[in-house]
């Protein structure tokens, strides 16, 4: 697999480039972002999401804390009690985020937790112990599901617990086996997600809707339409250029260089998103959006400010502007609604210009068409603006015959 610096950009898969990095940056920051990418099979989805884990950044961890525990705020049943002392005595290490994947054959053990066999089965010394499952495992990190309408569809259980831990930030993951009291965790996890709608079951929000909201973000993969960058693909995938490295140095040579300026970027962004702040204005923006277009789920406004002030970060500025809103708003709503609205409210948006248009939503005032005739001209005087003589002359004008 290409590393993800070495993938081809361009107009139809900007949109994942970018939702990925937000994601990876808010997740660092410690707020998740869920996001989905739908497309035609074979136009790189999975490809990009899976890349993306070369360049995630280091976290600080409990040493050894199967559960990523961050040392300032544990959360796991083993140390979630434990004096800061006695958290200094066991140590911590450093270790790339996490990045698990659920598959399709994955079951609600492996997925949420269950027990821990080798030790159930330990000859010296068995006890019953509880064995977190992937979830648990990628807390403060990616969770990847592909296609995940085919999941939705075939294994409603682990959609359900998917629901728990995508419903809030934090998220709730409860663990529970017979014989073994249950175990509630928080867990903090960005969910990724690629589908093609086309394809059976059908589209997501069409399977399961809860799951759909869930998801902050969704965008379309498109298909490349240039000749030059379609063959400069070709090249770069080719056995012939691949086998060519295998011979040489027996891997694809990474340049890991590369790799850190994406995680420096990272750092800096996610140290940057806690404290950049929403404009009262946008704000506000946002919450009339809301009201006027009769928006179903407040997931969508919460979204929308947390991938605006994201969005304002990777394009390197200090502070959030309209068109970041305005670029948030068909990747926030393209799942949530349905298509005349989606349509209704870009156009509603593209009819306004500059600020004040975009964050006014009172209706203007249709301009007087020019072959319109003017029946009552108002060029008209009151009467204590007037002479006596021109009274008088404008009586005389009025009933001629009395003078």
Same mark, same amino acid.
């Given at each position: 697999?290409?590393?993800?610096?070495?993938?081809?950009?361009?107009?139809?898969?900007?949109?994942?480039?970018?939702?990925?990095?937000?994601?990876?940056?808010?997740?660092?920051?410690?707020?998740?972002?869920?996001?989905?990418?739908?497309?035609?099979?074979?136009?790189?989805?999975?490809?990009?999401?899976?890349?993306?884990?070369?360049?995630?950044?280091?976290?600080?961890?409990?040493?050894?804390?199967?559960?990523?525990?961050?040392?300032?705020?544990?959360?796991?049943?083993?140390?979630?009690?434990?004096?800061?002392?006695?958290?200094?005595?066991?140590?911590?290490?450093?270790?790339?985020?996490?990045?698990? @994947?659920?598959?399709?054959? +994955?079951?609600?053990? %492996? !997925?949420?937790? #269950?027990?821990?066999? &080798?030790?159930?089965? /330990?000859?010296?010394?068995?006890?019953?112990?509880?064995?977190?499952?992937?979830?648990?495992?990628?807390?403060?990190?990616?969770?990847?599901?592909?296609?995940?309408?085919?999941?939705?569809?075939?294994?409603?259980?682990?959609?359900?617990?998917?629901?728990?831990?995508?419903?809030?930030?934090?998220?709730?993951?409860?663990?529970? @086996?017979?014989?073994?009291? +249950?175990?509630?965790? %928080? !867990?903090?996890? #960005?969910?990724?997600? &690629?589908?093609?709608? /086309?394809?059976?079951?059908?589209?997501?929000?069409?399977?399961?809707?809860?799951?759909?909201?869930?998801?902050?973000?969704?965008?379309?993969?498109?298909?490349?339409?240039?000749?030059?960058?379609?063959?400069?693909?070709?090249?770069?995938?080719?056995?012939?250029?691949?086998?060519?490295?295998?011979?040489?140095?027996?891997?694809?040579?990474?340049?890991?260089?590369?790799?850190?300026?994406?995680?420096?970027?990272?750092?800096?962004? &996610?140290?940057?998103?806690?404290?950049?702040?929403?404009?009262?204005?946008?704000?506000?923006?946002?919450?009339?959006?809301?009201?006027?277009?009769?928006?179903?789920?407040?997931?969508?406004?919460?979204?929308?400010?947390?991938?605006?002030?994201?969005?304002?970060?990777?394009?390197?500025?200090?502070?959030?502007?309209?068109?970041?809103?305005?670029?948030?708003?068909?990747?926030?709503?393209?799942?949530?609604?349905?298509?005349?609205?989606?349509?209704?409210?870009?156009?509603?948006?593209?009819?306004?210009?500059?600020?004040?248009?975009?964050?006014?939503?009172?209706?203007?005032?249709?301009?007087?068409?020019?072959?319109?005739?003017?029946?009552?001209?108002?060029?008209?005087?009151?009467?204590?603006?007037?002479?006596?003589?021109?009274?008088?002359?404008?009586?005389?004008?009025?009933?001629?015959?009395?003078?």
């Amino acid at each position: 697999m290409l590393p993800f610096y070495a993938l081809e950009r361009y107009e139809g898969n900007e949109a994942l480039f970018n939702l990925v990095m937000m994601s990876i940056v808010s997740t660092y920051a410690g707020e998740p972002l869920h996001v989905h990418a739908e497309g035609l099979r074979g136009t790189g989805k999975t490809t990009i999401m899976r890349s993306a884990r070369g360049i995630l950044p280091f976290i600080e961890r409990i040493k050894g804390c199967i559960y990523n525990c961050d040392p300032y705020d544990p959360h796991c049943p083993n140390h979630r009690y434990l004096s800061q002392e006695e958290i200094e005595a066991i140590g911590t290490e450093s270790i790339p985020m996490p990045f698990l @994947e659920i598959s399709h054959s +994955a079951k609600v053990g %492996t !997925v949420a937790g #269950s027990i821990d066999l &080798a030790r159930l089965t /330990d000859p010296n010394h068995p006890e019953a112990h509880m064995l977190p499952g992937l979830i648990p495992q990628a807390h403060r990190g990616i969770l990847f599901i592909d296609e995940i309408n085919r999941l939705a569809d075939t294994s409603p259980e682990i959609t359900d617990i998917l629901l728990d831990v995508m419903g809030n930030k934090p998220g709730h993951l409860q663990i529970e @086996e017979a014989g073994l009291p +249950a175990v509630e965790i %928080t !867990v903090n996890v #960005s969910v990724w997600a &690629a589908s093609n709608p /086309d394809e059976d079951p059908g589209p997501l929000e069409e399977i399961r809707r809860q799951l759909s909201d869930r998801f902050d973000m969704v965008c379309y993969m498109g298909r490349p339409h240039s000749v030059d960058i379609l063959a400069h693909m070709l090249a770069e995938n080719s056995y012939q250029k691949k086998s060519r490295f295998y011979r040489q140095r027996k891997v694809v040579p990474i340049d890991e260089s590369k790799n850190d300026v994406y995680r420096q970027q990272i750092v800096r962004w &996610a140290e940057q998103y806690a404290k950049t702040e929403m404009p009262e204005y946008l704000r506000n923006f946002i919450a009339r959006l809301y009201i006027k277009h009769n928006l179903e789920s407040i997931r969508a406004i919460e979204a929308l400010q947390q991938g605006a002030i994201l969005r304002s970060l990777i394009k390197n500025r200090d502070k959030v502007q309209i068109s970041d809103v305005t670029e948030t708003i068909p990747l926030v709503l393209r799942h949530r609604v349905d298509g005349d609205t989606l349509v209704r409210i870009i156009n509603d948006l593209d009819t306004r210009g500059g600020k004040e248009g975009i964050l006014s939503f009172k209706s203007r005032k249709e301009k007087k068409k020019e072959e319109e005739p003017e029946y009552f001209p108002h060029d008209a005087r009151s009467l204590k603006d007037l002479s006596r003589s021109e009274l008088i002359s404008t009586e005389k004008n009025l009933t001629p015959t009395d003078y």
